[in-house]
């Protein structure tokens, strides 16, 4: 397994188009999460998903952006009618749920610039 | 709410020289805490993690203890390397809300050498 694999790398998008990054995790990790990171600043959460389950999605960002996992595998990330404020790296990490400190994995990030 | 504060960087700091990152943090419960690192070009990575009180972790030299009554849980390397050059992340996760993560906003650090 290579890790927390995550496609495209870069996205560059016009402003009021629909964009959509996807998320491998480590195969055998049941939790999904989704982090925004902007320039200078720590990630921020925006969901997660325990198997296909959301379990947390008041965080997203607003109603545009929305979150699937649905085989309990891979995620994506959609946003719809994409703003500049929108552009940042788009993190994605696993874990697996045994034991009280699951570290999560991080893959390298989708890096969206809306123009 | 959780949240999570540390030092502004960057720290600029010559080779060989003694590192002290500082992070303290706000958390109902009893959180884990967390450093990541994150190279120039490269995703976030684990760097140590602590699971509650007076728990020290480590990991290729640097070190940090979990300080519960000072809230706090610096990191620390005897001796930097130019190749410790990067971006350090304080976290916490919440173990009552998924082990979602709290980062504080980063600190860059540059080792001359």
């Known amino acids: 397994d290579t890790g927390v694999s995550q496609n495209p790398r870069h996205k560059i998008t016009k402003r009021g188009q629909n964009v959509t990054f996807r998320c491998d995790p480590i195969?055998?990790?049941?939790?999904l999460y989704w982090y925004r990171q902007t320039l200078g600043q720590g990630p921020e959460f925006l969901t997660y998903f325990q198997n296909e389950a959301q379990l947390e999605k008041s965080r997203l960002l607003s109603d545009r952006f929305s979150a699937e996992r649905p085989k309990g595998s891979f995620s994506t990330l959609e946003i719809q009618r994409t703003e500049q404020g929108d552009s940042a790296m788009y993190l994605c990490?696993?874990?697996?749920?045994?034991?009280?400190?699951?570290?999560?994995?991080f893959g390298q990030g989708t890096r969206l610039t809306v123009v | 709410g959780n949240s999570v504060t540390q030092m502004e960087g960057p720290v600029t700091l010559s080779e060989e020289a003694f590192l002290t990152i500082n992070c303290t943090y706000t958390a109902t419960g009893y959180p884990s805490l967390f450093w990541y690192v994150q190279y120039p070009g490269e995703g976030l990575q684990l760097l140590l993690k602590a699971t509650k009180a007076d728990d020290k972790g480590s990991n290729k030299g640097f070190e940090a203890t979990y300080r519960k009554e000072t809230t706090s849980f610096h990191l620390e390397k005897g001796s930097v390397q130019v190749s410790d050059s990067a971006v350090y992340f304080c976290?916490?996760?919440?173990?009552?809300?998924?082990?979602?993560?709290?980062f504080g906003g980063g600190t860059r650090l540059m080792v001359k050498p």
């Open positions: 990490a696993s874990s697996d749920l045994t034991g009280r400190a699951t570290e999560a994995f």
């Open positions: 976290a916490l996760s919440d173990n009552n809300a998924g082990n979602m993560l709290t």
């Open positions: 195969s055998e990790h049941n939790r």
